[in-house]
Structure formats: C-alpha cells, structure tokens
C-alpha cells in the first residue's frame, strides 16, 4: 500500500513528543510534502526548562523542517483536561488554514494526560481525515504499531542527531541512542524491512483504485 499527502499535519503536546514518535518518517517526508509541526504546549511555565524553545527549532532543523513550519502553542503542561474546548478550537483553526490531508498524533496507547487530550480532539476536529498515533515509549501502555511505513538509515540517523539537540534531556534514557534506533529496527523487523517508522491506526480514509 502507498499512501500520500501534500499537506501532512503533526501535533504533539509538548517539545521532543513528535521527535520521539516520529522524526524518522517526518525527515524521510519533509523534501516532499508541505509539513506543518504543531507543539501546543512550549514547556516554558518550568523555569528549568527555558532552553527547550531553541532546542525544539534546532532539533526539528536536523529533521528538514525550517522554522516558519514550526508551531508552538501557550497550552500549560499537565493541564490540557481544563482546556479541551480551547484546544478543539485551535485544532479547527489549524484544519482551515492548513487544510491538512494525513494528520499524526498520539498513540490512544498513552498514559499521558496531555498526550490522552491531544488525541481526542483530533478525532473530534479531523473528522474525514486519516489520523495516525505515534507512540512516546516513556508514556507508552501496550502501544502495538499496526501501521508501518518504511524509512531508511540516513532517517533514523537523522531522529537521532534530532533528539541529541535536547541538551536539556541528555540523561533520559529515552533520548538513547540506542532504544532510539532499536526502535526502528523492531518496526522495520515487523514490516519485514530494514527500518520502519510504527503507528497506531485512529482513522483511515482512503479509495480502492482498481489496476489496470
């Protein structure tokens, strides 16, 4: 199966989130497709994380994705249940000025309740519109990708040297590199290839086109 979008829509709930569930397919797709990265909460509420800003652009630059196509939004960390309508309101908004074609988000996998927040309101703003959940393996409860999509080395070299601009995260195990490529490498074992990005399915749209 192929499956294509120009306009590709990621959203994640805090800086690193869509590094670390899907920096090898956003640096496989970003020469190709118009990517947009929306991050709804900047982290900046915690006075020790005040570099993560310049972090997050440095890290989404390795990835292939410029500045001007990185979204931070004022969300506070950990309060995202108090805040569903604001954020079903900005998701529309985002849904008529991008006017996105495949959208990822998080796993229904996720313990997190930011992360739980993000996704349900996706649902409920991109209804006709193909959604994919990428898993954040420190938050990850039972997360089993039924959608793979292969992407090679130079990606996952890519998410790692990604990640590494987080001098913030150095110690998080999660950050590793790695559980970062062993990651890749699983997927890419499920898909029967060498590396692959994995992802739960939330939505699926898509047309039987018939051959020949």
């Known amino acids: 199966m192929i499956f294509y979008g120009k306009r590709v829509l990621f959203i994640g709930a805090h800086p690193d989130d869509i590094e670390l569930g899907a920096g090898a397919l956003l640096h496989h797709i970003a020469p190709c497709s118009d990517v947009l990265c929306v991050t709804l909460s900047d982290n900046q509420q915690n ?4 570099t993560v800003v310049e ?24 309060n995202f249940p108090d805040a569903r309508q604001e954020i079903l309101e900005f998701m529309l908004k985002l849904r008529r000025e991008f006017q996105p ?18 996704t349900d309101e996706a649902l ?13 393996i420190r938050s990850s409860n ?13 990606d996952v070299n ?11 995260y150095a110690d998080k195990y999660y950050f590793g590199a790695e559980l970062l490529r062993a990651i890749n490498v699983r997927h890419g074992s499920l898909a029967e290839r060498p590396f692959a990005e994995g992802f739960d399915i939330l939505r699926i749209v898509g047309r039987f086109e018939p051959c020949g």
């Open 47 to 50: 006075p020790l994380l005040k």
């Open 55 to 78: 972090e997050h652009y440095a890290s989404m630059a390795a990835l292939g994705v410029p500045k001007e196509k990185v979204a931070l939004g004022k969300f506070v960390t950990r």
């Open 101 to 118: 074609e495949v959208i990822f988000v998080h796993s229904r996998q996720d313990l997190h309740q930011d992360h739980n927040v993000v």
């Open 124 to 136: 409920r703003a991109y209804r006709g519109i193909t959604l994919l959940g990428f898993d954040v």
């Open 142 to 154: 039972g997360f089993f990708p039924h959608f793979l999509v292969e992407v090679n080395e130079e």
């Open 158 to 168: 890519k998410k790692i040297e990604a990640l590494s601009q987080y001098k913030t």
